[in-house]
């Protein structure tokens, strides 16, 4: 069996490869483990990003960046294994780049990563493997996979370490990507990973952590989307042509009673449950509540406004074999830093799903991912269309 | 158990050959001498310098002092480009070249139309040869220079030199050619294609890499790149690579004595791949001239096939080829050499080059023939399946609708 490992330069798919390189369990022997590093994003794009980047924590967030792929290669030659680079800089732009910028357009804070894993880390990239012969991938993701015989499917599950779980990203997972995918890291913990890693004397054992979305090197998302509207120039989609007219783009700054308080300069400039930044200054303190692209206006308000019960969730991945009507009592998660929370998920018709959380929840963002816990297993998850109710005061 | 591993990148570079290994090891340790020095030591190494000078020279039909050594093809010309330009009297200047050079040249021309001087990019048709008429027709009166490449480095398509020389002595403007993927491969003569500067590279022709030469014609006005001593006659200081340019001599005498018998056995390997894949496998084509091309080096095109998915499935079977140049090799580019010969980039993707050398043998080609087939059945058979199952749309799918 040949697996192909996904090498991004950091010290967890560095110990990935190190691990199937050297563990018998999953490999015959380093004859078989073949290492590959996506080329996702060219930085050099967008030059106007440079000086933001430059000025950023060292060695955080910078996706594709020479050092990186530096650092993965020598990774795979310390180990042994062969290591290629391979080039989906273009699907990556189309199914990732330009889909984060619209959603952020249309008023959304959207979570690139998880689009990232279902159409290129495990779409495009497990169709790579297979070409060149791998049947199998794997990635340093924090997450397991077990196979359930009893009902034929495979099953996902978050990865050990509860602080650095990623299991929420890897909610899109099709039961034949699941087959297909190893995890090595899944049963280990972050401080297990770097002790292996210097254990092994990985030339890498010793690098920061990447943190970010990994295209927007500066963690700056406006800076970004401002920065990429630009490049596209006038000719760019209908919605990007819209948002980059500033005068178009301008809008109302209202509270939750209709009261215009300000003016905003684009919605992609605001997320929910954001304080900072609004423009005007007030005796109390107010949140954007909601973000109304159809009137183009940003809704603040006071914190209790922020809790809402009920939410509708569109493209639905079930792991876990839902039925249509069908009501599972589960734990959502509405963001990757949010603590599962109770609730009644109901299956829809055309991969939707209508959730009730027992306990009103903060900052609900349409755009974020809403995934589906029964303990550590991941049921499935969508994304984040609609809150359903007013707020829940 | 090790994996068969046949080389068919010589085009990329080339292993260095045994005796030009054996002819440069005494200059690494005994024979050290800086070739400027007074003593001994240095005279020795002096005395090897102008022995491969002299052996360069004859591979090209030049006199031994028209040779000057470089680090090799890039140096080599990017001196030429650079140095005949700055040369040149004028205050408008404008050079011709192609567009399917190496980068080396290419990315220089560039470089020059930064800083004010003009640079016309002859097209060439899909035969992936240059017609000299369109070259003529590209010349201005300001024109310093005309550069065209000997042989293509990714069609092996070898350029109307001869034509084109005539013209540029017509009217006496100075002819340089890129040879790097020519020398060693088939015949050159300095005189027959009247040109004034001509690049090559020793590790092309089982030299070893870091080392090179320019040709430069006597009484040609040239400028230096670099600034320092007035070694090689004041075209490039630097202490000299001593055992490289000995190995770059042993590979020029070797290459020289060996041209005719070497090319035909070389040529003939070539036809068998290709003929082979052709015959085997569907949807195949070969990019650029059949008839004027150098012997070891076919750019085939493979429908419906990712160049870059293929070459790591033949690297994992143990063939070596590539997609383009290597310099390009990662770049999500196409490469120039292929859009200028009229391939769509999708083509342009799915093309690749396999070089032969010295030292590729007819089992070498058998075993690649066996694999070739397989593999590309294989990715044939992914990439069909993948299309045909529906995408899986999730979030990307629904911004695009909205």
């Not at chain 2, 003929?275 to 419906?304: C, H, K, Y």
């Amino acid at each position: 069996m040949t697996i192909a490992v996904a090498m991004s330069g950091g010290v967890d798919s560095s110990t990935a490869a190190a691990l199937l390189a050297q563990n018998n369990s999953f490999a015959a022997g380093s004859e078989n483990v073949v290492g590959l590093t996506m080329q996702l994003w060219n930085q050099r794009r967008l030059p106007s990003l440079l000086s933001a980047e430059s000025e950023g924590p060292e060695g955080r967030g910078r996706c594709c960046s020479l050092d990186d792929v530096y650092d993965a290669r020598r990774v795979a030659n310390f180990l042994g294994l062969p290591y290629y680079l391979v080039n989906f800089e273009r699907r990556f732009e189309d199914r990732v780049v330009r889909p984060f910028v619209e959603s952020y357009l249309r008023g959304e804070t959207p979570i690139p990563c998880s689009a990232c894993n279902t159409e290129i880390k495990f779409a495009q990239f497990v169709e790579t493997a297979r070409q060149i012969g791998a049947d199998r991938i794997a990635t340093g993701h924090y997450a397991r996979i077990r196979r359930d015989e009893a009902a034929g499917r495979y099953r996902l599950y978050a990865g050990v370490d509860s602080g650095r779980d990623q299991s929420y990203f890897l909610f899109g997972l099709t039961q034949d990507q699941l087959a297909r995918a190893l995890f090595p890291l899944g049963e280990l913990t972050k401080q297990e990973v770097r002790a292996i890693a210097r254990d092994r004397k990985l030339p890498v054992a010793e690098k920061p952590d990447s943190q970010e979305i990994c295209f927007v090197a500066s963690g700056n998302y406006k800076q970004f989307i401002d920065a990429y509207l630009e490049e596209q120039g006038p000719a760019s989609r209908p919605v990007a042509q819209d948002a980059r007219d500033n005068e178009l783009s301008k809008g109302e700054i209202v509270s939750s009673n209709g009261q215009v308080l300000g003016e905003h300069n684009g919605l992609h400039h605001f997320t929910v449950g954001q304080r900072k930044g609004l423009g005007f200054a007030t005796g109390e303190p107010l949140y954007v509540i909601a973000l109304e692209p159809a009137r183009n206006r940003v809704i603040v308000g006071k914190d209790p406004e922020l809790f809402h019960r009920r939410m509708l969730v569109r493209e639905v991945n079930w792991i876990c074999a839902a039925n249509e009507g069908e009501t599972l009592d589960a734990r959502v998660k509405i963001r990757n830093r949010h603590v599962a929370a109770p609730a009644l998920i109901e299956a829809l018709t055309g991969n939707e799903a209508a959730v009730e959380f027992r306990e009103p929840q903060r900052a609900i963002t349409p755009g974020q991912a809403a995934v589906f816990y029964r303990d550590e297993e991941v049921l499935g998850g969508g994304c984040i269309s609609a809150v359903l109710d007013g707020p829940a005061i | 158990m090790t994996m068969r591993r046949v080389y068919l990148d010589n085009n990329a570079t080339t292993p260095v050959a045994p005796e030009v290994y054996e002819a440069m090891s005494p200059y690494l340790r005994e024979d050290f001498g800086n070739a400027s020095s007074i003593h001994w030591f240095g005279q020795r190494a002096k005395g090897a310098i102008e022995d491969a000078r002299e052996q360069v020279s004859k591979l090209l039909n030049a006199r031994a002092n028209e040779v000057a050594f470089t680090s090799g093809g890039t140096e080599s010309d990017n001196t030429a480009l650079f140095g005949i330009v700055e040369a040149a009297r004028g205050e408008s200047k404008h050079v011709v070249t192609t567009a399917i050079e190496h980068h080396a040249v290419l990315h220089a021309a560039q470089a020059l139309e930064r800083r004010g001087v003009k640079v016309s990019y002859v097209r060439v048709g899909p035969s992936g040869i240059v017609d000299p008429g369109d070259v003529e027709r590209a010349i201005r009166p300001e024109t310093v220079l005309i550069s065209v490449m000997y042989a293509n480095n990714e069609l092996g398509t070898i350029q109307p030199l001869e034509e084109i020389g005539r013209i540029a002595r017509k009217r006496d403007i100075y002819f340089h050619t890129d040879a790097v993927q020519a020398a060693g491969k088939i015949p050159i003569d300095v005189e027959k294609i009247a040109v004034d500067l001509l690049s090559m590279s020793a590790h092309k022709l089982n030299g070893p890499k870091g080392v090179g030469a320019l040709y430069v014609r006597r009484g040609t006005a040239l400028k230096p790149l670099l600034y320092g001593g007035s070694h090689e006659r004041d075209r490039r200081p630097g202490t000299e690579n001593v055992p490289g340019i000995v190995g770059l001599g042993k590979a020029c005498e070797i290459a020289r004595t060996h041209l005719a018998d070497s090319a035909a056995r070389i040529g003939a390997l070539r036809d068998r791949l290709e003929e082979g894949i052709l015959q085997t496998i569907p949807g195949t084509t070969v990019v650029g001239d059949r008839a004027s091309r150098t012997p070891n080096t076919a750019n085939i095109a493979f429908e419906r096939v990712d160049g870059e998915a293929f070459v790591i499935a033949l690297d994992l079977r143990g063939i070596a080829c590539s997609t383009g140049a290597a310099c390009s090799s990662g770049a999500i580019d196409p490469s120039h050499v292929l859009t200028a010969v009229g391939r769509s980039p999708a083509e342009a993707r799915s093309s690749i080059r396999f070089s032969l050398g010295k030292f590729t043998s007819a089992e070498d080609i058998e075993y690649a023939l066996e694999v070739i087939p397989a593999v590309v059945q294989q990715l044939r058979a992914i990439a069909a399946r993948v299309s045909a199952e529906a995408p899986d749309s999730r979030f990307s799918a629904a911004s695009k609708h909205a």
